[in-house]
């Protein structure tokens, strides 16, 4: 991760998310508009900047959430690495700004989002408990004894990414150490 150029866009989705699920990855992209505004005092009016474009790209089950999460003119928060991408257009040469994005949501400055944790079910490769279909990865491996305790005494739901206790321990520094570059 050194030397990414990481960047945060508060914007617009611009397009529908277009989803593609063929025998690879998962992978969904969508436009982003964003458009600086501010207040012209000498004018006594706001005043809009230039509109920069980004196309956004997600992959795996992010893009899946993506599809079934954002829409056209939607507001959006998008974070990512940003990437140029260049390719051969009709008119020759083309160059476009692309965010892998790393994380996603509506802006709740500008209106409210329902949210709905997409969690799978134990044992069962791609169904979830929303009721969609997830992809190949069915998420941690379940701990079965860990999860019959948890519903008899009542704990409640089955949380996937928890991890025992037994395995949940304190990295000593020497381990911190070997991680340090």
Do not use: C
């Amino acid at each position: 991760m050194a030397n990414e150029l990481m960047v945060t866009v508060v914007g617009w989705a611009a397009s529908t998310p277009r989803e593609v699920v063929g025998d690879g990855v998962p992978f969904t992209s969508f436009r982003v508009a964003t458009t600086p505004r501010w207040f012209d005092s000498r004018q006594g009016t706001w005043t809009d900047g230039r509109t920069e474009w980004f196309t956004a790209k997600a992959f795996r089950d992010v893009a899946l959430n993506v599809a079934a999460s954002v829409h056209k003119g939607d507001p959006v928060v998008v974070h990512g690495k940003l990437r140029t991408e260049e390719w051969i257009g009709e008119n020759g040469p083309r160059t476009g700004l692309t965010l892998e994005i790393t994380a996603v949501g509506h802006d709740l400055t500008r209106g409210r989002s329902e949210f709905t944790r997409r969690t799978y079910t134990s044992g069962s490769a791609g169904a979830t408990t929303d009721g969609t279909t997830g992809t190949e990865d069915a998420g941690p491996p379940e701990d079965d004894e860990l999860a019959r305790s948890r519903t008899e005494d009542g704990a409640g739901e089955v949380d996937p990414w928890e991890v025992p206790a037994e395995q949940d321990e304190a990295r000593t520094s020497e381990d911190v150490a070997a991680l340090t570059p």
